[in-house]
């Protein structure tokens, strides 16, 4: 069974702070997304990784897809109150199918 | 003018009861999904259409039945509701990329 594992599982973090999450498996996949996924809402799509080291960045958020392409990171600058909410990433499986990780759900403080 | 809509947002039923949850996409796209998120917000995918044809239904009670009138609408019809279907159902859609999800069906079975 593929499974992606989302570390850390919970981040608290004061205003202005830079952190990094991690997205890992030990399969080898495609392509690779992350969601950001505010309370009473559905997942957004934030960035689509599909080459080995790949790295994409949106704004303050770096997103790296690793050589092997079995992990991602996404590392954010300067964290703002915004940026609050549940990350998930998701991979590729079979043609139409992505699976999601565990989330890490993301807290910055002002 | 909402992506993806689904009705309703809450829903509060009785163990044992039969109810439906309805989706529509404005965008176009040929494959729609249903997810489920439990209480650790963990999404798990259901059942996926493509141009009205099944083409994912992953281990599910048969009691979930979904239904896809036309590309632009995918519904959830779930019988003799049980207290572990208790959860966040999401409707999605994708054209061979990102997913665009709606914001959620919370049902609750009491």
């Known amino acids: 069974t593929q499974l992606l594992e989302q570390s850390p599982q919970f981040l608290s973090i004061q205003e202005g702070e830079n952190l990094t999450v991690y997205c890992n498996s030990s399969?080898?996949?495609?392509?690779l997304q992350w969601y950001r996924q505010e309370p009473g809402e559905g997942p957004v799509l934030l960035v689509t990784?599909?080459?080995?080291?790949e790295v994409k960045k949106l704004k303050r958020l770096t997103f790296q897809f690793g050589d092997a392409r079995k992990d991602s990171s996404l590392h954010i600058t300067a964290a703002q109150p915004g940026d609050t909410g549940l990350y998930l990433c998701?991979?590729?499986?079979?043609?139409?199918?992505?699976?999601f990780g565990t989330g890490t759900r993301l807290k910055v403080l002002a | 003018d909402t992506a993806v809509s689904q009705t309703p947002k809450y829903l509060v039923t009785q163990m044992g009861n039969d109810k439906s949850i309805k989706c529509e996409q404005n965008?176009?796209?040929?494959?729609m999904y249903w997810y489920k998120q439990d209480s650790k917000k963990f999404l798990k995918i259901m059942f996926s259409?493509?141009?009205?044809?099944?083409?994912i239904n992953e281990t599910v009670p048969n009691r979930f039945s979904p239904k896809s009138p036309d590309k632009a609408h995918l519904n959830l019809h779930i019988n003799s509701l049980e207290l572990g279907d208790s959860a966040v159902y999401f409707c999605?859609?994708?054209?061979?990329?990102?997913?665009?999800f709606g914001s959620g069906t919370r049902l609750t079975v009491v």
């Open positions: 999605a859609s994708s054209q061979m990329g990102g997913y665009t």
């Open positions: 399969s080898v996949f495609s392509s």
């Open positions: 990784v599909v080459t080995g080291g």
């Open positions: 998701a991979a590729l499986s079979g043609t139409y199918k992505y699976i």
């Open positions: 965008l176009g796209h040929d494959t």
């Open positions: 259409y493509n141009n009205k044809e099944l083409i």
